[in-house]
Nanobody, 122 residues
Framework: VQLQASGGGLVQTGGSLRLSCVASGRTFSNYDLGWFRQPPGKERTFVATISRTGVSTNYADSVKGRFTISRDNAKNTVFLQMNDLKPEDTAAYYC????????????????WGQGTQVTVSS
């Protein structure tokens, strides 16, 4: 499956952005999906994940209550709504797909998008 992320940009502290990731090539509903982020010079970390049906979601503690992951299987798209953004949210954001159990570990995801940059100014 191929993934294409978009929606990043520059936003002020407290602002909002909505990231999208469109998939192609395979049956979208067969995959758990996740969002990860990588600040400059740091490791890639888990942000959020959603199950195949969209019923189950999980978030990193740092984004709980501010970010919401969702998916539209009819449109082969996963979203990350980010509210109340903070400078520490600045990172390249990556969407990923897992054909078995996604979870919080990046090694569980075999397919990755190219990343979209989010910059939050103070």
């Amino acid at each position: 499956v191929q993934l294409q992320a978009s929606g990043g940009g520059l936003v002020q502290t407290g602002g909002s952005l909505r990231l999208s990731c469109v998939a192609s090539g395979r049956t979208f509903s067969n995959y758990d999906l996740g969002w990860f982020r990588q600040p400059p010079g740091k490791e890639r970390t888990f942000v959020a994940t959603i199950s195949r049906t969209g019923v189950s979601t999980n978030y990193a503690d740092s984004v709980k209550g501010r970010f919401t992951i969702s998916r539209d299987n009819a449109k082969n798209t996963v979203f990350l709504q980010m509210n109340d953004l903070k400078p520490e949210d600045t990172a390249a954001y990556y969407c990923a797909a897992s054909s078995w159990t996604g979870g919080t570990r990046s090694v569980n995801y075999a397919y990755w998008g190219q990343g979209t940059q989010v910059t939050v100014s103070s």
